[in-house]
């Protein structure tokens, strides 16, 4: 990519006042070679619910299909009313063909429309930055405390399995009872 020169040598001959001679003369051009932009990244998918306080994924797709590597790509979330491990990852370079997924973890930390900006940056090719960059807006929701939910579980595990110990000691009665007469008829006989 970019201006590449070409040298045109040329050798001919022309008539002066009857005389020929004979000439040569050089041009250079530069002619400029532009290969697409071709790495594409699609738009993340939104979750259909949202909840404040619980962490969800994003995820960007991306797939090299130029000739060439694309170099020092980096991802960022933008935007406030969301908490995030890594605002920024840097993915490195893709070679030509090469494909992945870029994933955001965010926790937004407040309810309502929460507008955010997803930003990849890249040099193409021509070794140009490209940014690309995708404005979402989340939906989040108030958690629904599950006290009333969380108790009954807690008071089962904590009971003791009554039924289950008188079926065993059941099960022991009549086993030592069938013994007892078997032993008492080997005995008599």
């Known amino acids: 990519t970019g201006a590449q020169s070409i040298g045109f040598s040329f050798k001919y001959e022309y008539a002066d006042s ?6 040569t003369a050089e041009i250079k051009i530069s002619v400029p070679v532009y290969q697409p932009d071709r790495f594409q990244i699609n738009a ?3 979750p259909e619910k949202v909840t404040m306080g619980e962490e969800t994924v994003l995820t960007l797709a991306y797939v090299n299909k ?8 980096e991802a960022s979330v933008d935007g406030s009313g969301v908490d995030t491990p890594a605002k920024t990852q840097y993915i490195g370079n893709v070679a ?6 870029i994933g955001f973890s965010l926790t937004p930390n407040q309810t309502g429309d929460i507008k955010i900006t997803l930003k990849v940056s890249y040099e193409g090719v021509d070794q140009q930055v490209v940014t690309k960059e995708f ?3 989340l939906h989040a ?12 579980p807690a008071e089962s595990e904590a009971s003791f399995p009554w039924g ?3 079926a065993g000691v059941a099960c022991a009665v ?5 013994v007892f007469i078997l032993l008492k008829k080997k005995k008599a006989k």
């Open 135 to 137: 404005p979402l807006t």
């Open 18 to 23: 009857q005389k020929r001679s004979s000439a």
């Open 66 to 73: 130029g000739k060439g590597d694309v170099a020092n790509v």
């Open 174 to 178: 009549i086993f030592a009872a069938v």
């Open 164 to 166: 289950w110990l008188i």
């Open 44 to 46: 993340p998918v939104l």
């Open 96 to 101: 030509a063909g090469a494909s992945g997924n």
């Open 141 to 152: 929701g108030e958690a629904i405390p599950a006290a009333d939910s969380m108790s009954e």
